[in-house]
């Protein structure tokens, strides 16, 4: 296995290509093309705005390599904080090398450190290797169902 990749704060530099590895998950995961200009500006927002979150980023041989976002949401049950993990991504040479293992390590140690009660994140129902990736790493299924409603201009 490669040696174990650097994980940082992204910063703007890196919005390029967190907007290029944000669409190409979505092709990926869900067929599906995104709008650009309006995912650039919801990268974008993430700097904007840091209540909503932080992306980390991942490199290789000083590269990046990969990259994921963490959003919040309060619990009132717990008096804290849930750290979402979302828009995972990894380059496709770099996957099965230990990449989203460093990222997950990194969330993992600062949730610990920000007092945060859980780490969150959801998978495609027939991502049957991103489930085993993440049961590997100590994460469970719980026993919610997630519902969306789109609502008109998202």
């Known amino acids: 296995m490669p040696e174990a990749?650097?994980?940082r704060p992204a910063t703007r530099a890196d919005i390029p290509h967190l907007v290029?590895?944000?669409?190409?998950m979505a092709r990926e995961t869900e067929a599906?093309?995104?709008d650009?200009?309006?995912?650039?500006?919801?990268?974008?927002?993430?700097?904007d705005e840091p209540r909503?979150?932080?992306y980390l980023?991942?490199?290789?041989?000083g590269a990046a390599v990969g990259s994921l976002l963490v959003t919040y949401e309060w619990s009132d049950w717990r008096c804290g904080d849930f750290w979402w993990i979302q828009s995972v991504y990894v380059v496709p040479a770099a996957r099965r090398g230990g990449v989203f293992r460093g990222l997950y390590a990194a969330v993992r140690d600062k949730a610990r450190a920000a007092g945060a009660?859980?780490?969150r994140l959801y998978v495609e129902t027939e991502n049957h290797r991103?489930?085993?990736?993440?049961?590997g790493l100590g994460m469970e299924p719980c026993h919610y169902l997630m519902y969306e409603e789109a609502l008109p201009g998202a």
């Open 57 to 61: 980023v991942a490199e290789r041989d």
């Open 36 to 47: 650009r200009a309006v995912l650039a500006r919801g990268v974008e927002g993430v700097f």
């Open 20 to 24: 290029d590895w944000n669409a190409a």
């Open 32 to 34: 599906r093309a995104l």
């Open 5 to 7: 990749p650097t994980i």
């Open 52 to 54: 909503r979150g932080f």
């Open 130 to 135: 991103a489930q085993r990736t993440y049961a």
């Open 117 to 119: 009660v859980g780490l």
